[in-house]
Structures are given as C-alpha cells and as structure tokens.
C-alpha cells in the first residue's frame, strides 16, 4: 500500500512537529493572538454548526415528510447554495449588505440617517455566510436518513399516542441522528478549513492564524505549530464523530418496508411550505447570482477590447488543466487503493490492516487546505536540494505542478476512495470468484468485471474532485508555481482588494461550473439506487 504512506507522509510531519515544539513560538502567540484565535474558532464552530443543524435537519424533514405546490423541485433546488464557496458567497454578501451596501443605504433612506446595522464584518455576519454555503451537507445526509424510515415505524409512533410533532422528536430525529451527525461533522471540517471568509469578515481564528503567521510575518515555525494543532482539533471531530456513530445502534427496516407517505398540505400551510425554502433559496443563492451576474456584465461593458480575454482565458484553462490532472491522479490512486483492499479475498486481518491503512490516509480531508499545504511543504523541502543536484536544476519538487498535484492528492483522495470502495462493494464476489476460475488474473478482471460496473462510481468520483479542486483556494494559492494564476486564486485577490465588479466574471465561472456538476451529481443519486452524491458526503468523513 505504497500509495497510502506517500499520502499519509505530510501528516506524520506535522504530527512530529510536537517533538519540536518551541516554547516561546506558543507563549509569544498565547500572549498576542492565540486566546482569541481559540475562542473565535470555538464561537464559530459553535454557531455555523447549530444553525446549520437546524436548518438542514427542518428542510430534510419539510420535503421529506410534506407534499406541497413544487417540493420536487425545490427538493434538487436545495443543494444548489453548495455551489457558491465560501469566498465568493462572502463578498457578494459584504458588498450587499456592509454599511455602504444598498441594503442599509436603503434602510437609511427610508428610516433616517441615524438608522445603523450592528456591523456585518463581525463573526456573526461570518457565520451567517458559512452557514448559508454550508447547510446542504446536513440537508443531503439528513434527507437521506429521514427517507430510509419506514411508515411502519411512524405508525407504532402514533399509536403511542404520538402526535406529529412529538413523532418528529422522539423517533425520526434519534433515528437519523448518525445522519445528523456526520453531516454536522462535515460542517465543522469546512468551518475550521476556511479562511477567506472570516479574513473577509474580520474574525481571527487558527486557519486564518496560519496564514498570517506564514504569509504575512513569514515566521514558518509558529506556522507549524499552529498548524499542528488545527489538525488536531479536525480529526478529533472525526474522531468524535466516528465514535458516536459507532456506539450508536440506530436500525432501519429493510427496503421492504412500506415507504412514508406524504402529508398533503393545503391553504396556508402549503404556500408558507413553498415560500420558507423559496426565500432561503433567494438569500443563499438567487439574490448572489443576480448580483454576480449584474457586476460581470457591468465589468464586460466597460473592459477594453481583448484585454479580460487575456487574462481570464489563460486563468481559466489553468483551472482546467489543474482540476482534471487532479481527477485522474487522485481516481487512478483511489482505484488502485480500494482494489487492493478488496484483492485481499474474505476478511482476515490481512484485509484489516490494509483498509485500517488506507482509511487513515483518506484523513487528509479532514484537515484544512492551508495545513496541508504547509504538510506537503515540509516534505518537498528537505528534498528540494537533492533533486536540484541531481538534475541540474531541472526538476522543482516545492513550488510546482508535483507539489501542487501531491497536495490534491492528500486533500480529496477521501472523495475518490469513498466513491471507488462504495462502489466496489456492491460487485458481488461470485462474479470474480467466476472470472478467476476461468484464468483471468487480477488486472484483467479489473479491467474486465469491475471497471464496467464501478464506471459510475468513477465518474462521480472524478467528476467531484474536479470541482473542488475548481474552487479550492488555500493549497492552490500557496503550492502554484510562480506565475500560474487560477480562477479561484484570481477571485480571492480581485476580493480582498474590493474589486468586487472585476471578481464577478471568475466567480460566475466557479459558481456555474459547481452547481452544473452539483445537480448532474444529484440526478445519479436520486434517479435510481445509485448514491453518488451520499457516498461523496460520507467519503469525506
């Protein structure tokens, strides 16, 4: 499993980064910025992880237990705020509703100059953004728990003297809470990754620290420090979250079981159940995109001719070319992982080493992109001298497409691996069992049995690498080699200069991009038994 210990070498240095531990890097930042840091992040996980709880869990339940005018489309439509990034989501929102923005300049209008907001660029306005980017994760996850409850199971409820409500509590909550809370789970990861969005929103935290720590005052050890441990808060949420789930026995009735029937709503009721998701769908989605949509024309109109071409067309297709190299390399590497777990025949301990082996190095998802980052860095460098020698200085390791691809690499080979295994699984062993009593060896039944029949679970692993690593920022803008611009590095710049007209056109590139391969993804996991999208989810845990 040669494969895993290369991905699994950026963690281990960091992790080793304890052994070096320099007592006055932490009581220099203890003493400036490192309480803050800590509480921010505590108040930020907090607060996006509650508010996103909620509201995936309710939307999961609306369209799942109620029938009313458009739930079936509102139902796709849910998942699209999972297209905007955070980054872009942040400064559509800044430009908005910030105490210059039309929002509040409107409100002053009508109620008087004195009239003021409290101040959006706050830790509240970052969880607001975070939390409208971040609540499809639990609405997927939750949506899926709910729909495999039985009406059985509803029934014994009301017997019991159970109203609807108090079934909504007392058995179809505890019944999805694994759901629940791996979806809870995958929020927090994001929340601790980002950084963009609170620097945005003038909240200090252990991502954004990091950054300021190796960009702005160029001090890499306290970087290393402080990345070390924001990796392990990460993973002690999966952790923590793997551990509930496994304690928790949580049983559903079979795919025999008699599905749940919806409730028809009528009057008031029905149009307060199409306008509650509608105006969510507005906020999160709608109201951004006009908004995008309005700066990039404005910004079309006013460029001067063949100059946007010149620089949006190079950025665009190193967005490209980066994002499929990823898809093949983080799939080809997934694919041979999860087969060799599987060549290992019938569970032994052999098969358990070797899954233990490759779980643990799909945990590179749980850190953040700024970690890994700093992971791959500390890894390349020590060779970077040799290789340099070696080949005449031919050949870069840190600084380069090989730096950059080897952090995608860590960062979403959960999501292939997940998609790739979920898939394997469900190839019955006879049919290899077959295969191999005719005298094909192991690539040809690969390539013979298994590849026709995993095909979907490929693409979709693919198809979702490609669009993460579309819109990642942090290990993109840190491992690009110099001169290699990309959309997402663009937006982020253009952003944080409030060039929020010039950011529209890369925006709506990242944006249209990620919500076509959202729903495309939504329509393989909803159009039959195929759970792409779920299996995607859960990769990342």
């Not at 945005?200 to 950054?211: I, K, Q, R």
């Not at 190193?318 to 569970?347: D, E, K, Q, W």
């Amino acid at each position: 499993m040669l494969p895993a210990i290369l991905v699994l070498l950026p963690t281990l240095g960091l992790t080793l980064a304890w052994l070096r531990l320099e007592g006055g890097a932490w009581l220099h930042l203890w003493n400036t910025l490192l309480p803050e840091m800590l509480l921010n992040t505590a108040l930020l996980m907090l607060g996006v992880g509650t508010v996103t709880l909620v509201m995936g869990s309710s939307l999961a339940w609306l369209v799942t237990t109620y029938d009313f005018p458009g739930v079936r489309t509102i139902e796709w439509l849910l998942v699209l705020p999972m297209a905007i990034p955070g980054y872009i989501l942040g400064y559509v929102f800044m430009a908005l509703f910030d105490y210059a923005g039309p929002f509040q300049t409107q409100l002053r209008a009508w109620f008087g100059p004195p009239f003021e907001l409290p101040e959006f660029r706050s830790l509240p306005g970052a969880v607001l953004v975070l939390s409208l980017s971040l609540y499809p994760y639990v609405y997927l996850l939750a949506r899926t728990g709910f729909r495999e409850q039985s009406a059985a199971q509803r029934d014994a409820a009301r017997v019991h003297g159970y109203g609807r409500w108090g079934a909504f509590f007392k058995l179809a909550l505890p019944l999805a809470r694994p759901s629940l809370a791996a979806g809870t789970a995958l929020v927090l990861m994001e929340t601790l990754t980002d950084f963009a969005v609170v620097r945005y929103f003038n909240t200090v935290t252990l991502s954004e620290g990091v950054v300021r720590l190796w960009i702005g005052q160029m001090d890499r050890d306290a970087a290393v420090q402080l990345s070390s441990l924001l990796m392990f808060i990460a993973l002690s949420v999966v952790l923590v979250e793997r551990y509930l789930r496994r304690r928790a026995r949580y049983y559903q009735l079979g795919s025999q079981s008699r599905p749940i029937a919806r409730v028809r709503l009528s009057g008031w009721r029905a149009i307060a159940a199409s306008a509650l998701p509608l105006a969510l769908l507005m906020l999160a989605f709608g109201l951004p995109m006009i908004q995008l949509v309005s700066w990039a024309i404005a910004e079309v109109a006013v460029a001067e001719p063949g100059t946007l071409d010149a620089v949006f067309g190079p950025y665009l297709l190193n967005t490209i070319g980066l994002s499929a190299g990823a898809a093949c390399l983080v799939s080809a590497v997934a694919l041979v992982m999860a087969y060799a777990t599987r060549a290992y025949g019938p569970p032994s301990a052999a098969r358990a080493r070797a899954r233990l082996l490759a779980r643990t190095a799909t945990l590179g998802y749980a850190m953040p992109g700024a970690v890994v980052a700093l992971g791959v860095l500390l890894l390349l460098a020590p060779l970077n001298e040799a290789v340099l020698n070696l080949t005449g200085g031919a050949l870069l390791l840190s600084g380069s497409l090989i730096g950059l691809m080897y952090a995608y690499l860590v960062r979403f080979l959960a999501i292939g691996f997940g998609n790739i295994e979920a898939s394997l699984e469900k190839v019955t062993p006879t049919m290899e069992m077959a295969a191999r009593s005719l005298g094909a060896g192991p690539l040809r039944v690969l390539g013979r049995v298994h590849l026709p029949l995993i095909r979907t679970g490929i693409f979709a692993a693919s198809l979702l690498i490609f669009v993460d690593t579309f819109k990642e920022l942090p290990a993109t803008m840190f491992l690009r080699p110099f001169g290699m611009e990309t959309l997402s590095v663009w937006t982020y710049m253009l952003a944080s200069e409030s060039a929020w007209q010039a950011a529209a056109v890369p925006s709506l590139v990242i944006v249209l991009s990620s919500a076509i391969a959202t729903l495309l993804l939504m329509r393989l996991s909803w159009s039959g038994t195929n759970s792409q999208m779920h299996a995607g989810l859960e990769a990342r845990l």
